[in-house]
């Protein structure tokens, strides 16, 4: 994922890819919660509906999405191998969680709402932006 004219991140490489992994961390973080507890993972996104039998399926479905993400990019790290496509991958899925979010914006709990698009829209926008700096130049 490129981003036309940033050409440089005014934060150090070690800075970035540490942020970076961080999100992934958080995103594993969140996937085992979804896994365990999908309702208690979902109902500040959907509300109440996340206590329903079809959506904890769905919502552990969602929760191993981000437990392989996360995990991906943190083992890749652990490894020496690139972590830039996972966190492009990662990037990828939260543009697809929050163009759902906005899709179905007004039938969303009105107090969690803003809070979920602007934590999808964060993750999209922190992992496009890292991305292209968290592995070593000369890979």
Known sequence: MRIPG??????????ARRLALGLAGLRAALGVTALAAPALAGKPWIGEDASRPGTRVFGRSMGGRDLALGLGALLAARHGAPVR????????????DAGGTLLA????????????LAVTLGAVVTGAVLAPFVDDASR
């Not at 050409?7 to 070690?14: E, F, G, Y």
């Not at 496509?85 to 990037?91: D, K, L, Q, S």
């Not at 914006?105 to 979920?116: A, D, E, F, S, V």
């Open 85 to 96: 496509g996972w966190v492009e991958a990662g990037a990828l899925a939260d543009v697809t």
């Open 105 to 116: 914006y007004g039938t969303l709990p009105r107090r969690t709402r803003p809070l979920i």
């Open 6 to 15: 940033l050409q440089r991140l005014p934060i150090s490489r070690p800075l």
